[in-house]
């Protein structure tokens, strides 16, 4: 064989030998950035969970509170009705 063959085997696997390497730290790489992704995503998951639990009571007050002004409402008008009556009476 002659060098430039050489040359060129030696060049081949020093090649192959530097993508090995660099594919490994390429994994180990994603990992960790993968990893760090899955943390916020289960961060913010949470959070959602959080804030629908928080609006389900919001909606319970909101509803609780619609049904009280209702109750305040007639009493409101039968006091109305009340009044209006004791007023004719005394004129």
Do not use: F, Y
């Amino acid at each position: 064989m002659e060098t430039s063959t050489w040359i060129a085997l030696g060049a081949l696997l020093i090649s192959l030998a530097g993508l090995l390497l660099n594919s490994r730290k390429d994994t180990r790489t994603d990992a960790a950035t993968n990893a760090i992704i899955q943390t916020k995503l289960d961060s913010l998951i949470n959070g959602v969970t959080e804030i629908r639990v928080e609006m389900r009571s919001i909606q319970e007050t909101i509803r609780d509170h619609g049904e009280r002004l209702a109750t305040v409402e007639a009493r409101a008008k039968s006091n109305e009705h009340r009044l209006d009556a004791l007023e004719g009476k005394s004129k």
